[in-house]
């Protein structure tokens, strides 16, 4: 695969990048000044964010508990999608935590100081109360990743409305890329949830797995001009996991791939009027660690299992027996953390991933 811009001198810059965290509050940034209203819902948010990582530090020090700055959470396992290489198909979707308990859960991420929540799954707007729970908990900054198939007018307005969220719309480039793995006329969805959402005034992007079969699309002009014209603020892009039951063995990426669209996307964030996050780049840095189990982050999935990340379905806690803080607290990501190996990727994007076994073995034993 050959990209237009190899020869540049970034084509092969990972260091000095500003981390996700920055890049999110110049999504914000960029977003808030497009009108009066969202300037200040805009201000609200920075506020809120602000008093949450002081909160949050002031919390750790006291508690003696290592509180990470983000919260993955899978509300639901549940799809109306069937999309290929979907990392969570065929994960159990029955006991789900209840709308009592997520509103606990979050109650409590508010209380620790934990600013943002990045919610998965399944498609998390399957659940009638998400909207109602992210409208209730507005010193969270959410970011829903969705298909966009739920994303009507009434709730884009809500989402607008409420000003704590930044709502990812994901597609695969094309429409034929996107509807071969997504179903067909999911592309049409994803455009009419963007539709919407522009027209409510919300603070929206698109997410996007790049894979060895979309990765020169994805990095091009035309790509990023349409979603650019489309409204987004923002566009995060997901290497490839081999993870699931449905593995892509040929959607991965090769070194040289891998090279060539991190320098495009280095590109096109110094250029165009769009902020781009890249995985596993941005969240690595320079160090290639890691910053899950637990460290800057972790997952809970819809039974209420506390787990590593998302693309590594092991656990051995529950926020149903302890809560937020026992979790964070847990024996089995503090002994990942200790071993700084396993935070370190090597062939794929995910570096736990990489190392599941040890992982499961750590597991065991902690068990």
């Not at 005034?201 to 002009?221: D, I, P, R, V």
């Not at 656990?315 to 935070?343: M, T, V």
């Amino acid at each position: 695969m050959n990209f237009n811009h190899n020869s540049r001198k970034h084509s092969l810059a990972y260091t000095k990048e500003p981390g996700i965290g920055k890049l999110v509050a110049s999504t914000l940034w960029r977003w808030g000044r497009s009108n009066p209203r969202s300037f200040i819902f805009l201000l609200q948010t920075f506020w809120n964010l602000k008093r949450a990582e002081r909160k949050r530090k002031e919390k750790a020090k006291l508690l003696g508990a290592h509180l990470p700055t983000v919260m993955a959470i899978s509300p639901s396992m549940r799809c109306n999608y069937n999309c290929r290489g979907c990392y969570s198909r065929e994960r159990s979707s029955d006991n789900e935590l209840t709308s009592s308990e997520l509103g606990l859960l979050f109650s409590e991420a508010e209380d620790l100081g934990i600013p943002a929540v990045v919610v998965t799954g399944g498609e998390p707007f399957l659940r009638s109360d998400m909207l109602d729970l992210i409208e209730k908990h507005r010193r969270l900054l959410f970011v829903p990743i969705t298909n966009g198939s739920l994303i009507t007018r009434e709730a884009a307005l809500r989402l607008a409305g409420s000003g704590n969220n930044v709502v990812l719309v994901s597609l695969e480039g094309t429409p034929a890329e996107t509807d071969a793995r997504r179903g067909e006329g999911a592309y049409k969805q994803a455009l009419q949830a963007f539709f919407n959402l522009k027209e409510a005034g919300a603070c929206f992007g698109f997410a996007a797995t790049n894979t060895s079969a979309n990765s020169e699309y994805l990095a091009g002009k035309e790509f990023i001009d349409q979603m650019i014209e489309c409204g987004c603020m923002v566009g995060f892009y997901s290497e490839y996991v081999p993870s699931g039951p449905c593995v892509e063995a040929e959607w991965l990426l090769d070194e040289t791939v891998r090279k060539s669209f991190r320098g495009e996307v280095l590109h096109i964030r110094r250029t165009r009027p769009i902020v781009l996050v890249q995985f596993p780049q941005d969240e690595y840095g320079e160090e290639n660690i890691c910053s899950a189990a637990g460290q800057a982050s972790l997952h809970i999935n819809s039974q209420g299992f506390v787990e590593p990340c998302p693309f590594v379905p092991v656990s051995c806690d529950n926020i149903r027996s302890g809560g937020l803080l026992k979790a964070c607290r847990s024996k089995f990501l503090c002994s990942i953390r200790q071993n700084p190996e396993l935070l370190k990727r090597k062939k794929y994007a995910c570096a736990l991933f990489e190392h599941l076994d040890d992982i499961k073995a750590i597991a065991c034993r902690v068990n």
